[in-house]
Each structure stands twice: as structure tokens, then as C-alpha cells.
């Protein structure tokens, strides 16, 4: 049955130019029947055997005997051994199994090395309850992490893990190494839904007093964040009646701890009106590069890391030195050819395997631009910090290896991740990108293979949304240093005549900014100082500006700080505008009250905060429909968290956005509906139709994604 589809189009207004009437469904799922004859190329990554070594029954990281504690999770030796002794090794109930940590524990740990002990911990076992009273659980000195990441001129972000409804053994480990983020939350759950009950009332005041019309669960209540009236853009598309939206003004916080000044305590609404300052306007004249956020992204061993560490290289931003000490070290491990991608995987566990596991963040100058690179994990284990780093991009690096197998296992509909990125990317907003086919040595840069690459993902990204004139193809070779910065030689440059990928990047056009709007800056990372009451947040400012000395509200703690200063590339500057990724230095504020996955916000005007959602959605290809009641794992902007699919309101068209079935018992693959879901925690939304970093939403489930949404209303928190 074949149908016409575009993913792009049901999902975000944008992509309605991109579509494409002679794309069928039949084109997009044709990967599908070859992935069977396909052979995956084999890793050749080498591991190297060690000896005289102890491995940690927490993390399972071989560490040198001479250690006393884990490297990569600070567990003491002695304890541990103590633990084995009396015989209780295996998992039960709160223990982690000696040798089952599982990778979410490995990504974790992974950005926990350098630790020092900080305070015990007891892991109840099920059914003998055995309290190990020894064991430490030890963090980091954010400080030294700072500095450390201030050298290497980049940092890497990583994101708490996913928690579910019954602990796992991962949670419980974490649970003990986040305490302090999980007591800020529950704070934050009991603070959002004061919040949301507040807003309730004064929307219920509101609409009462202004339309006299409307109830509560009204599907179109949505409002300009600067206060301002707005038509619903969306509502069609969702076969809702369009309605004029009342003119609200948005809520402060009526809880003790508000400083706002301008509330109206009666209904507690804000009676402002955003105006930006002039400082907040970039000036023309201004001697800056704009800064552009590439994400480098792809399937994992397509040479991502090894590409961002060869133009680094060759930028001149990673020196000689530096540049020698990777080669050297990778070498004495038996890992010569992740030299460049040392660079970015700093961790000893990203190294021992061979793959990337947080977004690395670097910087360089083009002509144009200056760029900051976050080069993502391509293995399907780290899709959520794929997740949380590419949503900050403006533009992304598609990189696919071409060599046999390998081009085609990353287009597999299962676990192909060139596949599963590119949907992402498009869903973040992202309509520009850069495929580097990479590994073109390994082909003889044939120019045939580049012509079939093109070809086979050139048609996906079509259906994915992405508009034939915003892709750019690149042929290259990370590791031969072929058209990277320079005109390759005669291999390449005998068909090849386009960009080479440093004038590829300078082509790409800067999204537009958004200065009129007040400040919203999703909190991708925080550093901690050992210094009271003062914090550093890490991100990209979505909207509005910040300098420094400005006084930002924190959500969802609802607390004011002044920003102390601000980096940029770890040099210090006084303003950053909308787009500008940056280091916020805060002051006045304790870490507990600051977490990733929050936002900065202007302190009148702060995001919405809710658990309650309902959702426009698209569904992937899957093989389990979504039902009501179905468990998924919600990603928004940097924060994440467990949802049921509570409430299935409807089918659409997925060409006209009409409702084709109300209250639909399932939803099936690529299908699109309107669901209502309630998250575990509460998270910082905003409706897609005010803000579309805030409102844009991406349902996983068993390590896939399964769908790509839109949150077209923020309920009353449950
Ligand atoms: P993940 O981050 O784990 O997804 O991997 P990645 O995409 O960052 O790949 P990485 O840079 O770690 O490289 C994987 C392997 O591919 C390494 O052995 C590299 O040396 C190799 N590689 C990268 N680029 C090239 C290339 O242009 N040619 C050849 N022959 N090998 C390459
Ligand atoms: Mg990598």
C-alpha cells in the first residue's frame, strides 16, 4: 500500500517546503528488506590484555594492582574484596552483579574519574540485607574538572540516567552517586506542582474573566511568552478548531522564595511586557564571529571523533605536543589509530573501548564562523547523550563510513544509527547539514561508492525532511587528511570538484536568532565549585541575552542568581546572546539548586513547568504499537524522564493533519496521533508553538527511539 510521506512535515511546521510528492513510504522502508543480506564489517578495534590487574565488581574496569580504589568508580579495593569474601557477589535486589554493570553504569563513571571519597553509602541486598558500610561512593572535585576542561579548551556533557518506576541496579548506584540532584528533585516536583497549580488558577481566572468560554483541558490555551496575542499555528495541523489565544501574561512565582517584584499577588500573574535592553541587540559592527553549533553525528566507528580531532589538528587548536602525547599513549595501548579521536575521548573506558560516550565539545575558527563542535557517541548505548548534545546544534556533520557493510549497517532500520541521528537531528530543528563520507581510502575513493552513498542516504534524508539544496556532500578521508581543509589530491580531485569540508561549514547559513524574547537557557551540564554558593551551568542560550552581573532565575528550583561571569570557549566575556554556547559562573546560589536539564530564565519571566503533557507525535518504524499505558522514555531539550502514554486522543492524516480516528485503541508505525502522557518527574517545557527547543520532544524505548513529538499543551501536573 504504498502512501506519500514526509517525515519533516507532520512534526514541525517547517518542513512543509521541503515536501516531496514523489517520496513513498515503500522508498523509505526499502533499507529494511536489504539489511538481511547485508554483512557488518567487523570492528577491527584491538584490545589489549592486561595483567597483573583487579577488576571492579562495580564498573568492571580492570584497574593496575598497585590501585587501592577503582579508577573509573572510586570503589575501594579492600571493601570489595571483602564483599567477594563472604561470598555475596552476585546481584540481589540493590547490588550491582560483580561483572553485569551495564553500560548506563559505564557512562556514568566514566565522567566521575579523579574522585575523591566523600561519604559512605549502604546497598541493601533483597533478601539478606547485607549493609556494606565500607563502601564509598566518590565524586569529583568540580574544580579540577573545570580546570582540567579549561586546558584542553573543551568539556564533555554528560546526562544523569533515566530512572523507571522500579529501580534498577544502575539506579541504585546512581541514586547514591546523585543524591544530592535527586533531593534537588524532589524539591523540584513538589515546587512544579505548586507552580502548575498556581497557573491553573490563573489561567482558569484568565479565561474565565476574558473568553468566558473556555475550560481547563482546552487543547488550545497557549500563549506568547512575551505576552502578546498569538494564533495557534499548529492547531489545524492537529484537526483542532484554530482559536485566537488570550493575551496572557505569564506567571511568576507566588512561593516565599520568589524575588520578583512585579507579581500581582491576587492572581500572581506578572503584568510586564518583555522589552529586550539595547545591549541585548547584537551591533552590527561588532568585531565578533557568530558562533555556529555543529554536531558531528553518525553511526558508531564512522570516524567521527578521528574527523573532529584531524580539523582540530589541522586548525591548529590541538598543538604538536599534544598532538604526540595522544599518538604515544594510544600506541602503548594498542590503539594507534584512535590517535585523533583521543583528543576527544578523554576517558580511560571511552579509550579502553575504542568508542565515544559523552558529547565532547570543542572549538575552531572558520572564516565565517566560529564554531563549536560537539562530537556525539554514535554507539546506539549513548543516544541519549547524542540526544542532549545535539539539540543544541544549529547545523550537524552527518558522517557515514564508506566502506562496505559498514555505510549499510548504519542505514539498518534496527540498530543503524546514521539512520536513527539524521531523524533526530531533523527533529531538533536541524535543516542543514554536512555528510562527509568518510573513510574513502578504504573504498580507493572510488567515486562509484561515493555515487551509491549519495544516492541510497541522499533518498532517506529526503524523507526525512531535509531539502536536496541543504545537503552537502563531502567525500573525505579523516585518516589520509583528504578534503578536509584543503583541495584533495588527484585520488579525489580527479571527480571531485565541491567544497572541501572546512569551506563546506563557512557555506552553511546561521539560523535566525531570537533577541526579542526573554532568556531561556536549557542547562546541558553543571560544574560544581567547592566555593559556597557558587555554580557553573553549561549551555546554549535558545533565547534572549545574558551579561554579567544580570540576575537569572533557575528552574525548577525557582531561585535567583547573579551570573559572576561568563566564558566562552574558556575565555571570559561579558555578554552572550541567543545562540551563543557558554560557561555561566553563578553565584548566590547552592548546587543542589541547580541541575542539568533545568533552565536559566529571565527572573520575570520563567518557563513553564509541568508532567503533564499532551503531545503530537510521529511514530518511527516499530514493531510494538504504542498503546495506552505504554511505558517510553522522554527526552526535552537536556533533561529526560520516564512517561505513560496515558491517553491516545487521536490518528491524523499524516498528510493534512486532520483527525482521521478519534480515541484509537493503538498506534502502529508510522502513524501520527495526538497523545497524552504523564512523566514520572516534572520537566521545563515550553508549548512548541512559544518556544520550539522547549516543545519538541523525542520518545525512546528499549535503547530506540520510537517516536518524534511536539508538546502541543502543558497540563495540570498529576
Ligand atoms: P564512536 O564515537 O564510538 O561512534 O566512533 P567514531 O565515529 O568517533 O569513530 P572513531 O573516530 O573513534 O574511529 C573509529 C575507527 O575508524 C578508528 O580506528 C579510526 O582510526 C578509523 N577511522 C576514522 N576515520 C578513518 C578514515 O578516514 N579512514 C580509515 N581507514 N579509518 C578511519
Ligand atoms: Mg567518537
Redesign the pocket.
Known sequence: MPLKVNYGVDYNDDYNVYEDDNYHYDDLYEYENEKRDITHQT???QEVIRTGAWRCPICTYDNEDSMSECDICGALRNCLVRISQTGDSTAGGGRCKSSGASVMVKSLFASFRHRAPAKSVAFEAKNDAVLIEDAFIIRRNFQEFLRAFSSQKHQNINIAPFKFDSPSPDDLVSTRLHSSKLDSKANFKRLSSLDMSTREREKNILIESELGTEGPNSSSASVARDGGVKERDFASDCGIKPEILVSRMRSVSLSSKSRTGNVNEETGTSNLEYKPEAWMIPDQAEDRLSQLNLAIV????????????RLLHLLGRISQKEMHRHEKEAKQQG?G??A??WA??ESAEERER????TVAVAFFNSRKYHVVLL?????RDFVPNMISGATQADAAIL?V?A?MGSFEAGLDPIGG?TREHALLIRSFGVDQIIVVV?????VEYSQERFEMVKQKLGTFLRSCGFKDSSVLWVP?????N?NLVATPDERLFSWFHGPCLLDAIDSLQLPARDYSKPLLMPICDIIKSQSQGQVSTCGKLVTGAIRTGSKVLIMPSREVATIRSLERDSQACKIARSGDNVTVNLQGIENNHVTAGGVLCHPDFPVRVSNHLELKILVLDIKIPILSGSQLELHIHHAKEAATVVKILSLLDPKTGKVTKKSPRCILAKQNAVVEVVLQGSVCVEEYAESRALGRVSLRSSGRTVALGLVTQIMKTQ
Open positions: 570492528k577491527a578495534k553518525g553511526h558508531v566507528d564512522s570516524g567521527k571523533s578521528t574527523l573532529s580531532g590503539k589509530s584512535f585523533y579521536a576527544l575521548d575504542g568508542i565515544t560516550m562530537d556525539s557517541p554514535g554507539h558522517v563510513d566502506s544509527q568518510n573513510k574513502m581510502d578504504v573525505a578521508s579523516s585518516m589520509e583528504q
